[in-house]
C-alpha cells in the first residue's frame, strides 16, 4: 500500500514588543535574570493584567497576512496549571474565541495550508533545573525560576493537517518565519526561543481522506532537524501498520542538544486546565476602524513576490531568494536575471553578507563580469560587497588582464619559451594546452581572463 | 479628649479644618482607643504608629494592600507578606491625606459572613461582644462602629460590607461593579469583588466613595462615574418611587424583629413623600445563592492558585515540587478556602463547566434582567440586608449553609452588579437591624439622598448602648 503523510503545525512566535502583554515590564533578551520583572507578572496578591493594544495590533496584522478572519469579540481565558514557571497558577489565553480565525497559507508550490486559529497569550517563565538528571524537574536538588520571559506576548497559529510532506512542512516553517519577520511583528529565531513550533504526524492509505491517530513532535530546533524527524516518524509509523500494529497518540519530545538522540515517548495525559473566561479582562472587541487600518498597512507578502518572481525564475530559485531574505536586493541587482539569481543564492549567500548593506549596481558589475575574473579574486569580490564605498571597477581592474593587445605579448613570449612543448602540442599533444594556461598564468600573477588566454592559445599554436 | 465612639468623618474633617485638632492628633485618638478596646474586639490584625497625612484616619480591611505594611487577607499563607505597592485605594486613601490606622480582621480570603474565619481569631461586636460583627469585613464595621475607626474601608463580594454594617449599626456601600479599582486587592472573586466605605452616616460614605471612585488604568473592568459623587443634602423622598421586591421581604428565615423595623422605615418612605409599591423579584431570590456558590468559588478556585509558596509567603513541605505546593497549601489555607477551592476546581472541570460555571453565568443574565425590570417601574428597592441581627459567636460555625444564608438577602442584587446601600433602621433586641436600598447601575447618588433622607427621619444613634 502506499501511504500519504498528514501533518499539522502549531507555531509559537513572540511578538516584539517593547513590553510585556499583560504589564509594562520592558522586554529585553539576555538581561540579567528576574530584572524585568513587577508585582503583576511575578502575580503578586491583588495584581491585574492590562493587554498591551500593540501586541494586539501585531495579532491583526498576523492574521490579514494569514488572510484569517478578525472576530469581533474575542475573550481571553485562564489556562490552569500548577507549575513554578506559571506565576499566577494560570496561563492567560484564548481557547474558544480566539482573535485570528478561518485563514489560509499559499506556499510556493501552489499549495494552500488551512489556518485553523492565530490567537495571543503569555509565555511562561524559565525554568533552571539544578543537580539531578536529564533537565527536569523530577529528581532535580532544586529549581531557578527566571521570570523576565513571563509574561511574554505569544501568538499561537495553528494549522490545519494540509501539509502531506517533511519537505512541505519545512517550507511552510520558513515562508511563514519570513512573514513575520517583514511583518516587524517578531524576530522569529529559534535560538533565542523566538519562535518554537509542535508537529502533528499522522499517516493514511493514499486517496483516503480519513484522519488516523496523530503523534506530536516537540522540542525540535531547526526547521533540517524538523524535516529528519518528520521523516523519521513517518517511516515508523509506516513500519508499524504495516505489521499490522496500530498507532498510539504519544508526544515525542526531540533533545534539541542532540539531533541523533531518540526522542523521549510519553503518553498524552488528557490535562483538565478548568478554563475560565479570564473575569479581570473585558472581552476584546477590535474596532473595524483599527482592523481596516492595519490591513492597508500589510506590505507585499514574501508569498506574493515568490509568485510574482516565479515568472522570470523557476519556483524553487524564487522562493530560495524570498524566505532568505534576498529577493528586494535580487530586484535591484541589474544583469541577467537567472545569473544574478544564482550568484546571490550561491556564491555570494556564503559570504554573510548583509542584503541591506550592498550597492546593488555595484553588485550587477561584478556579477556581470564574473567569467572574466579570476574565482578567487570574484569571491574576494563578493566578500567586500558589504563595505561601504564598495567599487566593482576596482576589482576587474586589479584583478584581471583583460585586453588582448596586453595579453599577446605574454602568449607569444611564453610560447617562444618553450619550444619542444609547441611542436609536441603541435603534433597532436593537445593536453599541453594546460601546460601554456599555467606559464601564462605565472607570468600574470594569476590575473589575467582564464578565457582570453586559452584563446590566444589555441589560435597562436594553430598557426 | 475627642470621643472616637461618636465623633463622624464629616466632623473629623469640621476639627481638622478649624484646627481643632490635627490629623496627627485624630490619628493618635484612635490608636488610644484601639488601645483601650480592641483587646475585647480583635477588629485589627495591623496597627501603624506613624502614618502620614493631616486628614481624618482611616481603617483598611486586610485584603487591601499597602505598601510595606503586612497584608494577610486573614490567612496564614500570606503570614509576614508585606506589599511592595500600594493597591489603587490605598492610594486614593494616601493621595486624599488620610493617615492609615491599621489593616482590620475579616474571614480568611473574605470567605465568611462573621469573621470567624479568620486565621487570626474572630472579631467581636461592639454591641454585644457575645455575638459575631459579620462578615467577612467584620473587622472594618467593628472598627468603626467600636469608635477605633472614624471610617473604614471593606470589600463586598456577596454581602461582605453591606451584612457587616448591617450587624454593627453602620451604613455600608457596595459600590456598582466597575466603579472602584480592584488593583491590589486580594482577589477572591474577580467578578464579583468590589471595595466600599463603612461609616456611621450616610454623607461619610458619600465623601469616602468620591475619594475611591473612578476609572482606573491598572483595572479594565473599571469605567469612568457618568456623574460626579454628591453629597446628599434633601430630607424627604419627594417624586421617588421605592419597591419593595416580596421575595426580598418575606423570604425564609427573615427574623421578626428584623421584619418589623424594616416595615416601619417602608412607612417613613410613605411619609417622607415617597410613593411605595409592591413589587416580585421570584428567580433572582430563588437562584441568586445557588448561582453564587458556583461563580464565587470557581472564581476563588483560580485567584488561590497563586498561593504556592514559591514567590512570596510561607513555604512547607520537603519533599520533590508536588509535595510543597501540597503541604504549603495544606497548611496555609483553612478550612472555608479549602472548601471554595474544593467547589469551584470541580465546577470548572472539563465536562462539568457548561452545566455549573457556565450555567450560572447564564442565570446571572436572567437575574440582571428581572432586576432590570423591576428597577424601571421603581427608582429603589428596599429590603432588609439580612434576615437576622448579630448571632452568637459558633452559633453557625459548624453548618456552612446556615452561614451561608446569612447573605440570602444581600447577594441577588450583586449578581446583577448592582449598587446596594446598608444603613441602620432600628433594633431588634437590642441589636441592630439593617435596610438594604438597591438601585440602577451608577445609582449611588439616589441610593446616598434616599439613605440620607431615612437616616436623619429615623435618627438612629450609631454608639452601641453599651458604650454610651
Ligand atoms: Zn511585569
Given at each position: 500500500?502506499?501511504?500519504?503523510?498528514?501533518?499539522?503545525?502549531?507555531i509559537?512566535?513572540?511578538?516584539?514588543?517593547?513590553?510585556k502583554?499583560?504589564?509594562?515590564?520592558?522586554?529585553?533578551?539576555?538581561?540579567?535574570?528576574?530584572?524585568?520583572t513587577?508585582?503583576?507578572?511575578?502575580?503578586h496578591?491583588?495584581?491585574?493584567?492590562?493587554?498591551?493594544?500593540?501586541?494586539?495590533?501585531?495579532?491583526?496584522?498576523?492574521?490579514?497576512?494569514l488572510q484569517?478572519?478578525?472576530?469581533?469579540?474575542?475573550?481571553?481565558?485562564?489556562k490552569?496549571?500548577?507549575?513554578?514557571?506559571?506565576?499566577?497558577?494560570?496561563?492567560i489565553?484564548?481557547?474558544?474565541?480566539?482573535?485570528?480565525?478561518?485563514?489560509r497559507?499559499?506556499?510556493?508550490?501552489?499549495?494552500?495550508?488551512?489556518?485553523?486559529?492565530?490567537?495571543?497569550e503569555?509565555?511562561?517563565a524559565?525554568?533552571?533545573?539544578?543537580g539531578?538528571?536529564?533537565?527536569?524537574i523530577?529528581?532535580?536538588d532544586?529549581?531557578?525560576?527566571?521570570y523576565?520571559?513571563?509574561?511574554?506576548?505569544?501568538?499561537?497559529?495553528?494549522?490545519e493537517?494540509d501539509?502531506?510532506?517533511?519537505?512541505?512542512?519545512?517550507?511552510?516553517?520558513?515562508?511563514?518565519?519570513?512573514?513575520?519577520?517583514?511583518?516587524?511583528?517578531?524576530?522569529?529565531?529559534?535560538?533565542?526561543?523566538s519562535?518554537?513550533f509542535?508537529v502533528?504526524?499522522?499517516?493514511?492509505?493514499?486517496?483516503?481522506?480519513?484522519?488516523?491517530?496523530?503523534?506530536?513532535?516537540?522540542?525540535?530546533?531547526?526547521?533540517?532537524?524538523?524535516?529528519?524527524?518528520?521523516?523519521?516518524?513517518?517511516?515508523?509509523?509506516?513500519?508499524?501498520?504495516?505489521s499490522?500494529?496500530?498507532?498510539?497518540?504519544?508526544?515525542?519530545?526531540?533533545?534539541?542538544?542532540?539531533?541523533?538522540?531518540?526522542?523521549?515517548?510519553?503518553?498524552?495525559?488528557?490535562?483538565?486546565?478548568?478554563?475560565?473566561?479570564?473575569?479581570?479582562?473585558?472581552?476584546?472587541?477590535?474596532?473595524r476602524?483599527?482592523?481596516?487600518?492595519?490591513?492597508?498597512?500589510?506590505?507585499?507578502?514574501p508569498?506574493?513576490?515568490?509568485?510574482?518572481?516565479?515568472?522570470e525564475?523557476?519556483?524553487?530559485?524564487?522562493?530560495?531568494l524570498?524566505?532568505?531574505?534576498?529577493?528586494?536586493?535580487?530586484?535591484?541587482?541589474?544583469?541577467?536575471?537567472?545569473?544574478?539569481?544564482?550568484?546571490?543564492?550561491?556564491?555570494?549567500?556564503?559570504?554573510g553578507?548583509?542584503?541591506?548593506?550592498?550597492?546593488?549596481?555595484?553588485?550587477?558589475?561584478?556579477?556581470?563580469?564574473?567569467?572574466?575574473?579570476?574565482?578567487?579574486?570574484?569571491?574576494?569580490?563578493?566578500?567586500?560587497?558589504?563595505?561601504?564605498?564598495f567599487e566593482?571597477?576596482?576589482?576587474?581592474?586589479?584583478?584581471?588582464?583583460?585586453?588582448?593587445?596586453d595579453?599577446?605579448?605574454?602568449?607569444e613570449?611564453?610560447?617562444?619559451?618553450?619550444?619542444?612543448?609547441?611542436?609536441d602540442?603541435?603534433?597532436?599533444?593537445?593536453?599541453?594546452?594546460?601546460?601554456?594556461?599555467?606559464?601564462?598564468m605565472?607570468?600574470?600573477?594569476?590575473?589575467?581572463?582564464?578565457?582570453?588566454?586559452n584563446?590566444?592559445?589555441?589560435?597562436?599554436?594553430?598557426? | 479628649?475627642?470621643?472616637?465612639?461618636?465623633?463622624?468623618?464629616?466632623?473629623?474633617?469640621?476639627?481638622?479644618?478649624?484646627?481643632?485638632?490635627?490629623?496627627?492628633?485624630?490619628?493618635?485618638?484612635?490608636?488610644?482607643?484601639?488601645?483601650?478596646?480592641?483587646?475585647?474586639?480583635?477588629?485589627?490584625?495591623?496597627?501603624?504608629?506613624?502614618?502620614?497625612?493631616?486628614?481624618?484616619?482611616?481603617?483598611?480591611?486586610?485584603?487591601?494592600?499597602?505598601?510595606?505594611?503586612?497584608?494577610?487577607?486573614g490567612?496564614?499563607?500570606l503570614?509576614?507578606?508585606?506589599?511592595?505597592?500600594?493597591?489603587?485605594?490605598?492610594a486614593?486613601?494616601?493621595?486624599?491625606?488620610?493617615?492609615?490606622?491599621?489593616?482590620?480582621?475579616?474571614?480568611?480570603f473574605?470567605?465568611?459572613s462573621?469573621?470567624?474565619?479568620?486565621a487570626?481569631?474572630?472579631?467581636?461586636?461592639?454591641?454585644?461582644?457575645?455575638?459575631?460583627?459579620?462578615?467577612?469585613?467584620?473587622?472594618?464595621?467593628?472598627?468603626?462602629a467600636?469608635?477605633l475607626?472614624?471610617?473604614?474601608?471593606?470589600?463586598?463580594?456577596?454581602?461582605?460590607?453591606k451584612?457587616?454594617?448591617?450587624?454593627?449599626?453602620?451604613?455600608?456601600l457596595?459600590?456598582t461593579?466597575?466603579?472602584?479599582s480592584?488593583?491590589?486587592?486580594?482577589?477572591?472573586a474577580?467578578s464579583?469583588d468590589?471595595?466600599?466605605?463603612?461609616?456611621k452616616?450616610?454623607?461619610?460614605a458619600?465623601f469616602?466613595?468620591?475619594?475611591?471612585?473612578?476609572?482606573?488604568?491598572?483595572?479594565?473592568?473599571?469605567?469612568?462615574l457618568?456623574?460626579?459623587?454628591?453629597?446628599?443634602?434633601?430630607?424627604?423622598?419627594?417624586?421617588?418611587?421605592?419597591?419593595?421586591?416580596?421575595?426580598?421581604?418575606?423570604?425564609?428565615?427573615?427574623?421578626?424583629?428584623?421584619?418589623?423595623?424594616?416595615?416601619?422605615?417602608?412607612?417613613?418612605?410613605?411619609e417622607?413623600?415617597?410613593?411605595?409599591?409592591?413589587?416580585?423579584?421570584?428567580?433572582?431570590?430563588?437562584?441568586?445563592?445557588?448561582?453564587?456558590y458556583?461563580?464565587?468559588?470557581?472564581?476563588?478556585?483560580?485567584?488561590?492558585?497563586?498561593?504556592?509558596?514559591?514567590?512570596y509567603?510561607?513555604?512547607?513541605?520537603k519533599?520533590?515540587?508536588?509535595?510543597?505546593?501540597?503541604?504549603t497549601?495544606?497548611?496555609?489555607?483553612?478550612?472555608?478556602?479549602?472548601?471554595?477551592?474544593?467547589l469551584?476546581?470541580?465546577?470548572?472541570?472539563?465536562?462539568?463547566?457548561?452545566?455549573?460555571?457556565?450555567?450560572?453565568?447564564?442565570?446571572r443574565?436572567?437575574i440582571?434582567?428581572e432586576?432590570?425590570?423591576?428597577l424601571?417601574?421603581?427608582?429603589?428597592?428596599?429590603?432588609?440586608?439580612s434576615?437576622?441581627v448579630?448571632?452568637?459567636?459558633?452559633?453557625?460555625?459548624e453548618?456552612?449553609?446556615?452561614?451561608?444564608?446569612?447573605?440570602?438577602?444581600?447577594?441577588p442584587p450583586?449578581?446583577?452588579?448592582?449598587?446596594?446601600?446598608?444603613?441602620?433602621?432600628g433594633?431588634?433586641?437590642?441589636?441592630?437591624?439593617?435596610?438594604?436600598?438597591?438601585?440602577?447601575?451608577?445609582?449611588e447618588?439616589?441610593?446616598?439622598?434616599?439613605?440620607?433622607?431615612?437616616?436623619?427621619?429615623?435618627?438612629?444613634?450609631?454608639?452601641?448602648?453599651?458604650?454610651?
Amino acid at each position: 500500500m502506499k501511504w500519504a503523510p498528514v501533518i499539522g503545525l502549531e507555531i509559537h512566535i513572540h511578538l516584539k514588543t517593547k513590553t510585556k502583554m499583560f504589564c509594562r515590564c520592558e522586554l529585553e533578551y539576555g538581561a540579567e535574570e528576574n530584572s524585568r520583572t513587577c508585582p503583576v507578572c511575578l502575580a503578586h496578591p491583588g495584581t491585574l493584567p492590562v493587554p498591551n493594544a500593540r501586541a494586539i495590533e501585531m495579532t491583526i496584522l498576523l492574521g490579514h497576512a494569514l488572510q484569517c478572519e478578525v472576530v469581533e469579540r474575542s475573550v481571553f481565558h485562564r489556562k490552569h496549571y500548577f507549575y513554578p514557571d506559571l506565576p499566577k497558577g494560570y496561563q492567560i489565553s484564548q481557547y474558544d474565541q480566539p482573535l485570528c480565525v478561518n485563514g489560509r497559507f499559499a506556499l510556493a508550490d501552489g499549495s494552500e495550508v488551512g489556518i485553523t486559529r492565530a490567537h495571543l497569550e503569555e509565555d511562561a517563565a524559565k525554568n533552571v533545573h539544578m543537580g539531578g538528571s536529564g533537565g527536569r524537574i523530577a529528581g532535580a536538588d532544586r529549581t531557578l525560576v527566571d521570570y523576565n520571559r513571563a509574561g511574554t506576548p505569544l501568538v499561537e497559529i495553528v494549522t490545519e493537517p494540509d501539509l502531506r510532506s517533511s519537505e512541505q512542512a519545512k517550507r511552510f516553517l520558513q515562508l511563514l518565519r519570513q512573514t513575520v519577520v517583514e511583518l516587524g511583528i517578531s524576530d522569529a529565531e529559534m535560538e533565542k526561543g523566538s519562535l518554537r513550533f509542535d508537529v502533528n504526524v499522522s499517516i493514511r492509505p493514499e486517496g483516503s481522506d480519513e484522519l488516523r491517530t496523530r503523534t506530536e513532535l516537540k522540542n525540535m530546533n531547526s526547521f533540517n532537524f524538523a524535516a529528519k524527524g518528520i521523516e523519521r516518524e513517518i517511516k515508523r509509523q509506516i513500519g508499524i501498520y504495516e505489521s499490522g500494529g496500530e498507532v498510539e497518540q504519544e508526544t515525542l519530545h526531540f533533545d534539541p542538544g542532540n539531533e541523533s538522540a531518540p526522542p523521549l515517548r510519553s503518553k498524552e495525559e488528557a490535562q483538565d486546565y478548568r478554563y475560565l473566561p479570564e473575569p479581570d479582562l473585558v472581552p476584546l472587541v477590535p474596532g473595524r476602524e483599527l482592523v481596516e487600518r492595519l490591513r492597508g498597512e500589510l506590505p507585499e507578502l514574501p508569498g506574493a513576490r515568490i509568485a510574482r518572481l516565479a515568472d522570470e525564475l523557476d519556483t524553487d530559485l524564487a522562493e530560495g531568494l524570498v524566505t532568505s531574505g534576498r529577493d528586494r536586493l535580487f530586484e535591484q541587482v541589474p544583469g541577467e536575471r537567472r545569473a544574478v539569481a544564482n550568484v546571490l543564492m550561491n556564491q555570494w549567500a556564503a559570504t554573510g553578507v548583509d542584503p541591506a548593506a550592498v550597492d546593488a549596481d555595484e553588485l550587477g558589475k561584478l556579477i556581470e563580469a564574473r567569467d572574466r575574473i579570476p574565482r578567487a579574486a570574484f569571491t574576494e569580490a563578493l566578500e567586500a560587497t558589504g563595505e561601504p564605498g564598495f567599487e566593482a571597477e576596482r576589482y576587474l581592474a586589479d584583478g584581471q588582464i583583460e585586453a588582448t593587445a596586453d595579453l599577446e605579448p605574454l602568449v607569444e613570449h611564453v610560447l617562444a619559451a618553450n619550444p619542444s612543448q609547441v611542436d609536441d602540442y603541435r603534433g597532436g599533444k593537445e593536453g599541453l594546452l594546460g601546460f601554456f594556461v599555467g606559464q601564462v598564468m605565472k607570468e600574470t600573477g594569476g590575473r589575467a581572463n582564464p578565457k582570453l588566454v586559452n584563446e590566444l592559445l589555441r589560435e597562436k599554436l594553430k598557426a | 479628649m475627642t470621643d472616637t465612639l461618636r465623633l463622624t468623618a464629616e466632623e473629623a474633617m469640621g476639627l481638622i479644618e478649624r484646627s481643632e485638632a490635627s490629623g496627627a492628633e485624630l490619628h493618635r485618638a484612635y490608636l488610644d482607643a484601639i488601645g483601650e478596646r480592641d483587646g475585647e474586639l480583635h477588629a485589627y490584625l495591623t496597627t501603624v504608629e506613624a502614618a502620614e497625612g493631616a486628614g481624618v484616619p482611616i481603617a483598611l480591611k486586610d485584603v487591601i494592600s499597602t505598601k510595606g505594611v503586612e497584608t494577610t487577607a486573614g490567612s496564614k499563607i500570606l503570614a509576614g507578606y508585606k506589599p511592595v505597592f500600594d493597591s489603587t485605594v490605598a492610594a486614593c486613601c494616601k493621595e486624599a491625606g488620610l493617615p492609615l490606622i491599621g489593616k482590620t480582621n475579616l474571614d480568611e480570603f473574605a470567605m465568611g459572613s462573621s469573621t470567624e474565619n479568620s486565621a487570626y481569631g474572630p472579631t467581636r461586636n461592639p454591641w454585644d461582644p457575645e455575638r459575631v460583627p459579620g462578615g467577612s469585613s467584620g473587622g472594618s464595621a467593628a472598627a468603626v462602629a467600636g469608635g477605633l475607626a472614624p471610617w473604614a474601608l471593606g470589600s463586598d463580594t456577596g454581602g461582605s460590607i453591606k451584612q457587616p454594617a448591617a450587624l454593627c449599626g453602620l451604613v455600608g456601600l457596595r459600590p456598582t461593579y466597575g466603579t472602584v479599582s480592584r488593583y491590589g486587592i486580594v482577589a477572591f472573586a474577580s467578578s464579583l469583588d468590589q471595595v466600599g466605605p463603612l461609616t456611621k452616616t450616610v454623607r461619610d460614605a458619600a465623601f469616602l466613595y468620591r475619594i475611591i471612585a473612578g476609572r482606573d488604568p491598572l483595572d479594565s473592568t473599571t469605567v469612568d462615574l457618568p456623574e460626579p459623587v454628591e453629597l446628599p443634602e434633601t430630607e424627604d423622598l419627594k417624586g421617588l418611587r421605592i419597591g419593595v421586591p416580596r421575595e426580598l421581604n418575606e423570604a425564609e428565615g427573615i427574623e421578626p424583629g428584623v421584619s418589623e423595623a424594616v416595615q416601619r422605615a417602608i412607612e417613613l418612605c410613605r411619609e417622607l413623600g415617597a410613593e411605595v409599591g409592591e413589587t416580585t423579584l421570584p428567580r433572582s431570590v430563588e437562584f441568586g445563592m445557588p448561582c453564587y456558590y458556583l461563580i464565587a468559588p470557581s472564581e476563588a478556585s483560580s485567584n488561590l492558585a497563586r498561593y504556592d509558596g514559591v514567590r512570596y509567603g510561607p513555604r512547607s513541605g520537603k519533599g520533590d515540587i508536588r509535595e510543597m505546593y501540597m503541604q504549603t497549601r495544606d497548611e496555609g489555607f483553612g478550612d472555608e478556602p479549602k472548601r471554595r477551592i474544593m467547589l469551584g476546581t470541580y465546577a470548572l472541570s472539563a465536562g462539568y463547566y457548561d452545566a455549573f460555571y457556565g450555567q450560572a453565568q447564564k442565570v446571572r443574565t436572567v437575574i440582571r434582567d428581572e432586576f432590570a425590570a423591576a428597577l424601571e417601574q421603581f427608582d429603589v428597592l428596599i429590603s432588609p440586608t439580612s434576615p437576622t441581627v448579630a448571632f452568637p459567636l459558633g452559633a453557625k460555625t459548624e453548618n456552612p449553609l446556615a452561614m451561608y444564608l446569612s447573605d440570602v438577602l444581600a447577594i441577588p442584587p450583586n449578581m446583577a452588579g448592582l449598587p446596594g446601600l446598608s444603613i441602620p433602621c432600628g433594633l431588634s433586641e437590642g441589636l441592630p437591624v439593617g435596610l438594604q436600598l438597591i438601585g440602577p447601575q451608577f445609582s449611588e447618588n439616589l441610593l446616598f439622598r434616599t439613605g440620607h433622607a431615612l437616616e436623619r427621619a429615623i435618627g438612629f444613634d450609631f454608639v452601641p448602648e453599651r458604650l454610651r
